[in-house]
C-alpha cells in the first residue's frame, strides 16, 4: 500500500475492525518513512458475469435501478429499496464466490422483493423470468396465494385499504 502523503511504497497495519455491516476491513495504517497514518478499506471484489459473457463489478446502484422500476408508484421508501440491495449482496457473497452469473443476481431480488412489495415483485419477476402470457401472471399469482395462505400471513394494512376491505385512517 502506497502512502498517500509521501508515495513511499510501504505501510504498517496499526489497527483493523470489521465495519458495522461486516461487508469491509477498516485498517489504520502508518508510513514508516514519513510516519503519517492514514485509513484504508477494504472488501472483497465480486464479479457479475452478463449472458453475453462480459464481466462487470457487482454494483448495488444497478440492482437498485432495476428494483426502483418495478416499485414505481408503490408504497416503497428509498431506505426500504438500499435494505433490499444490501441484502441482495449479501446473498450473493453468502454463496462464498468470487464470480456470479447475473442470473444468480436477479433469483437474488425475488425474495426479498416478494417480501417488500408483491405487485413490485410480479413486476420485476414478469420482466425478468419474461412472462408472455396472462397464463404466466396467474400462475405466479397463485404461488403468491398459495405461499401467504401456507403462511398464515395477511397483506398490509395499505393492501386491505386498498382493496377497499377497510376505510382510510
Given at each position: 500500500?502506497?502512502?498517500?502523503?509521501?508515495?513511499?511504497?510501504?505501510?504498517r497495519?496499526?489497527?483493523?475492525r470489521?465495519?458495522?455491516d461486516?461487508?469491509?476491513?477498516?485498517?489504520?495504517?502508518?508510513?514508516?518513512?514519513c510516519?503519517?497514518?492514514?485509513?484504508?478499506?477494504?472488501?472483497?471484489?465480486?464479479?457479475?458475469t452478463?449472458?453475453s459473457?462480459?464481466n462487470?463489478?457487482?454494483?448495488?446502484?444497478?440492482?437498485?435501478?432495476?428494483?426502483?422500476?418495478?416499485?414505481?408508484g408503490?408504497?416503497?421508501?428509498?431506505?426500504?429499496?438500499?435494505?433490499l440491495?444490501?441484502?441482495?449482496?449479501?446473498?450473493?457473497?453468502?454463496?462464498?464466490?468470487?464470480?456470479?452469473?447475473?442470473?444468480?443476481?436477479?433469483l437474488?431480488?425475488?425474495?426479498?422483493?416478494?417480501?417488500?412489495?408483491?405487485?413490485?415483485?410480479?413486476?420485476?419477476?414478469?420482466v425478468?423470468?419474461?412472462?408472455?402470457?396472462?397464463?404466466?401472471?396467474e400462475?405466479?399469482i397463485?404461488?403468491?396465494r398459495?405461499e401467504?395462505?401456507?403462511?398464515g400471513?395477511e397483506?398490509?394494512?395499505?393492501?386491505r385499504?386498498?382493496?377497499?376491505?377497510?376505510?382510510?385512517?
Open positions: 500500500m502506497h502512502c498517500p502523503f509521501c508515495r513511499h511504497t510501504d505501510s497495519v496499526m489497527d483493523s470489521t465495519t458495522d461486516g461487508s469491509s476491513i477498516r485498517r489504520r495504517r502508518q508510513c514508516p518513512e510516519g503519517r497514518r492514514f485509513t484504508t478499506i477494504e472488501t472483497a471484489s465480486l464479479t457479475v452478463k449472458r459473457g462480459a462487470e463489478p457487482f454494483s448495488r446502484s444497478k440492482v437498485l435501478v432495476g428494483v426502483r422500476k418495478a416499485c414505481q408503490r408504497p416503497v421508501t428509498e431506505d426500504d429499496l438500499a435494505i440491495a444490501q441484502r441482495v449482496e449479501e446473498c450473493i457473497r453468502q454463496q462464498g464466490q468470487a464470480e456470479v452469473e447475473a442470473h444468480e443476481v436477479g437474488a431480488i425475488l425474495g426479498p422483493l416478494r417480501e417488500l412489495d408483491e405487485v413490485a415483485y410480479l413486476r420485476f419477476a414478469s425478468y423470468q419474461a412472462f408472455d402470457s396472462l397464463e404466466d401472471f400462475g405466479a397463485t404461488l403468491l398459495a401467504r395462505d401456507a403462511t400471513t397483506p398490509d394494512r395499505t393492501d385499504q386498498r382493496q377497499g376491505s377497510m376505510p382510510p385512517g
